[in-house]
């Protein structure tokens, strides 16, 4: 998501509660200067009324043409803090100041903006379940100046992947390893097959891939791949979020290891590899998951 200056023409802009109670202020002079007709009172509570106007026309400027870059959220586990972070900058040569990130439950600190100069903002989320994360209240607010009034400028919702906590006791499932493809060419040829990661680049039908486009690989009946370590749904007990939380711990497990790991989930099949591509790909299947309860609980 790029930052770009908009001129925000409905800016929402309300009085704080010392802005309120400034308001009243202003108020009880005015009645006061009217009961005993003392010019210096009605000097000074028209100065406080300028200055009560003033800030809010200044409030809404600090913010109205700040640039803003938000940064990809990068994932993290059910539990851990996400962070959202972005750049603010400033292209008009005016400097800015107090300006925090907010999702209407909690704020960043305040940071000010040099002329023609950046500033990071980070706000940390806490988490409590997984799947995709839409945050969708999130804006730029500030109180200056004096703190009289808030200005609050809306900004794109943010997309975010949250992982199941890792989860469970059990080990790695020794039973559950197979033959993961085949590596070397022997004996007869066999015809062909999808490419999965792991394939030598010698055994690509480069054929085939210049007429359709489609990797595949040249299949020999004899040849033995690696063990690869097969993560099932099938092998775990419990309800839905058990055993994600438990194909989490070996997916990281195996990933730790060194192993060669494809995983089964229900309804889905992610061939045999390592790496961190691969790891991602597990968690992500993990996360987005949808069961049947009725399955869940088998």
């Known amino acids: 998501?790029?930052?770009?200056?908009?001129?925000?023409?409905?800016?929402?802009?309300?009085?704080?509660?010392?802005?309120?109670?400034?308001?009243?202020?202003?108020?009880?002079?005015?009645a006061t200067a009217i009961n005993y007709a003392n010019n210096l009172i009605f000097a000074l509570a028209f100065m406080l009324l300028?200055?009560?106007?003033?800030?809010?026309?200044?409030?809404?400027?600090?913010?109205?043409?700040?640039?803003?870059?938000?940064?990809?959220?990068?994932?993290?586990?059910?539990g851990e803090s996400l962070c959202i972070a972005g750049a603010l900058t400033d292209r008009r040569g005016h400097r800015r100041y107090g300006?925090?990130?907010?999702?209407?439950?909690?704020?960043?600190?305040?940071?000010?903006?040099?002329?023609?100069?950046?500033?990071?903002?980070?706000?940390?989320?806490?988490?409590d379940r997984r799947g995709a994360l839409t945050i969708a209240d999130l804006a730029l607010v500030s109180c200056h100046p004096l703190g009289l009034w808030r200005a609050r400028r809306a900004l794109p919702a943010v997309e975010a992947l949250v992982y199941p906590a890792p989860g469970g006791a059990s080990p790695l499932p020794a039973r559950a390893v197979r033959s993961a493809h085949r590596q070397t060419a022997a004996d007869?040829?066999?015809?062909?097959?999808?490419?999965?990661?792991?394939?030598?680049l010698r055994r690509i039908n480069w054929r085939v891939f210049a007429r359709s486009g489609e990797a595949?690989?040249?299949?020999?009946?004899?040849?033995?791949?690696?063990?690869?370590?097969?993560?099932?749904?099938?092998?775990?007990?419990?309800d839905t979020e058990t055993r994600?939380?438990?194909?989490?711990?070996?997916?990281?497990?195996?990933?730790?290891?060194?192993?060669?790991?494809?995983?089964?989930?229900?309804g889905k099949v992610l061939p045999p590899?390592?790496?961190?591509?691969?790891?991602?790909?597990?968690?992500?299947?993990?996360?987005?998951?949808?069961?049947?309860?009725?399955?869940?609980?088998?």
């Open 99 to 127: 300006i925090a990130l907010s999702t209407g439950k909690a704020s960043s600190l305040p940071v000010a903006v040099a002329a023609d100069g950046e500033a990071t903002l980070s706000l940390a989320l806490r988490t």
């Open 216 to 238: 595949v690989v040249n299949d020999f009946d004899g040849g033995h791949g690696d063990d690869a370590l097969w993560l099932e749904w099938e092998t775990c007990r419990g």
């Open 273 to 298: 590899a390592r790496g961190h591509l691969q790891r991602e790909k597990c968690l992500t299947s993990l996360a987005l998951c949808e069961v049947d309860p009725q399955v869940g609980r088998r």
């Open 244 to 266: 994600l939380a438990q194909l989490t711990r070996w997916v990281l497990e195996a990933e730790r290891s060194g192993r060669e790991y494809g995983l089964r989930l229900f």
């Open 50 to 78: 300028a200055v009560w106007l003033q800030a809010a026309a200044s409030c809404r400027r600090n913010l109205a043409t700040v640039g803003w870059q938000v940064d990809l959220p990068r994932p993290v586990f059910a």
């Open 1 to 30: 998501m790029i930052g770009r200056y908009v001129r925000v023409r409905s800016l929402p802009l309300l009085p704080t509660t010392a802005g309120t109670y400034w308001l009243l202020a202003v108020l009880a002079l005015l």
């Open 188 to 200: 007869d040829f066999q015809g062909v097959r999808a490419h999965v990661p792991g394939d030598p």
